[in-house]
């Protein structure tokens, strides 16, 4: 059975779909609260975006070169910190491991909280890009992190790397 509509419907259910696209667009609400805030289904604020080819949050990044660009702007910040500061050679002005020590972790602690920073603001706005980024940001700190402490001698504590033993049939 077919439903009729007068053209007036129609148009209210046009004015919903640019209402909810420009709800989800420029403010920080999901499918979810846009669709509750009209009165209507998620599902169908969905296919409508579905429909649109994916309707993208205004300040989010597009294109891999946006991306990069934010990922560029974080690393800039995180340059203010100043790096551990390696000796001359001269006993006299070498740092002590515990002077190093803590200017890694200070260092560490800044990349850290751009990453918090990045994740917190993508859980806010449910901006899958955004939670990306700060992902692939976070396991390159963790890794860039690790490799510093072992240059500086300030592994985990174990005195020799780990060995693999590999047994073949």
Same mark, same amino acid.
Do not use: C
């Given at each position: 059975?077919?439903?009729?509509?007068?053209?007036?419907?129609?148009?209210?259910?046009?004015?919903?779909?640019?209402?909810?696209?420009?709800?989800?667009?420029?403010?920080?609400?999901?499918?979810?609260?846009?669709?509750?805030?009209l009165?209507?289904?998620?599902?169908?604020?969905?296919?409508?975006?579905?429909?649109?080819?994916?309707?993208?949050?205004?300040?989010?990044?597009?294109? *891999? =070169?946006? #991306?990069?660009?934010?990922? %560029?702007?974080?690393?800039?910040?995180? /340059?203010?910190? &100043? +790096?551990?500061?390696?000796?001359?050679?001269?006993?006299?002005?070498?740092?002590?491991?515990?002077?190093?020590?803590?200017?890694?972790?200070?260092?560490?602690?800044?990349?850290?909280?751009?990453?918090?920073?990045?994740?917190?603001?993508?859980i806010?706005g449910r901006?899958?890009?955004?939670?990306?980024?700060?992902?692939?940001?976070?396991?390159?700190?963790? *890794? =860039?992190? #690790?490799?510093?402490?072992? %240059?500086?001698?300030?592994g985990?504590? /174990?005195?020799? &790397? +780990?060995?693999?033993v590999?047994?073949?049939?």
């Amino acid at each position: 059975m077919t439903e009729h509509t007068t053209p007036g419907a129609e148009r209210d259910w046009i004015t919903l779909r640019a209402e909810a696209k420009r709800l989800y667009e420029t403010t920080g609400a999901s499918f979810l609260s846009v669709a509750s805030q009209l009165g209507i289904n998620e599902r169908t604020v969905k296919k409508w975006s579905s429909q649109d080819d994916g309707w993208r949050k205004e300040n989010a990044p597009t294109s *891999t =070169a946006d #991306r990069v660009r934010v990922m %560029a702007e974080i690393a800039s910040e995180l /340059e203010r910190t &100043p +790096a551990p500061i390696v000796g001359t050679g001269d006993p006299a002005t070498e740092p002590t491991r515990e002077e190093i020590e803590e200017k890694l972790l200070l260092r560490h602690r800044a990349q850290w909280a751009a990453v918090s920073n990045l994740a917190s603001t993508a859980i806010r706005g449910r901006d899958e890009q955004s939670a990306r980024l700060a992902y692939a940001l976070s396991r390159t700190f963790a *890794t =860039a992190q #690790r490799s510093e402490r072992i %240059a500086y001698g300030l592994g985990t504590g /174990e005195t020799s &790397p +780990a060995t693999v033993v590999l047994e073949r049939e």
